[in-house]
């Protein structure tokens, strides 16, 4: 990086990156850029920056493990049948052995 602005093509040589990785990094406002009439530029000291904000975790192909509430199915399930059954059961309007009945089809 000898330049002190990088094209598009020289950036993303540089970096290992996609030039479509690097426009839509533009795009999104991700990456600091220079728009000089169509011309994308990049300035170095402004990528070493942005680079050194992109530093995490050293390790980042361990994945994160997700906590879980520790519940049984079982239990969740067999709450979910009683809160049903102390609801009730409730006939909905316009009885269909009624309506049927009252034609003769019953």
């Given at each position: 990086?000898?330049?002190?602005?990088?094209?598009?093509?020289?950036?993303?040589?540089?970096?290992?990156?996609?030039?479509?990785?690097?426009?839509?990094?533009?795009?999104?406002?991700?990456?600091?850029?220079?728009?000089?009439?169509?011309?994308?530029?990049?300035?170095?000291?402004?990528?070493?920056?942005?680079m050194e904000?992109?530093?995490?975790?050293?390790?980042?192909?361990?994945?994160?493990?997700?906590?879980?509430?520790?519940?049984?199915?079982?239990?969740?399930?067999?709450?979910?049948?009683?809160?049903?059954?102390?609801?009730?059961?409730?006939?909905?309007?316009?009885?269909?052995?009624?309506?049927?009945?009252?034609?003769?089809?019953?």
């Open positions: 990086m000898d330049q002190e602005y990088l094209t598009i093509e020289q950036l993303a040589n540089n970096l290992n990156f996609k030039r479509s990785t690097l426009y839509l990094k533009v795009s999104s406002g991700e990456i600091p850029f220079y728009r000089i009439g169509h011309l994308i530029r990049f300035k170095k000291t402004k990528i070493e920056t942005w904000g992109k530093k995490g975790n050293q390790n980042p192909l361990k994945p994160k493990r997700v906590q879980r509430p520790n519940q049984d199915v079982d239990k969740i399930v067999r709450r979910a049948i009683d809160q049903k059954k102390t609801r009730g059961y409730s006939i909905p309007k316009g009885n269909q052995t009624e309506s049927m009945a009252s034609e003769g089809r019953v």
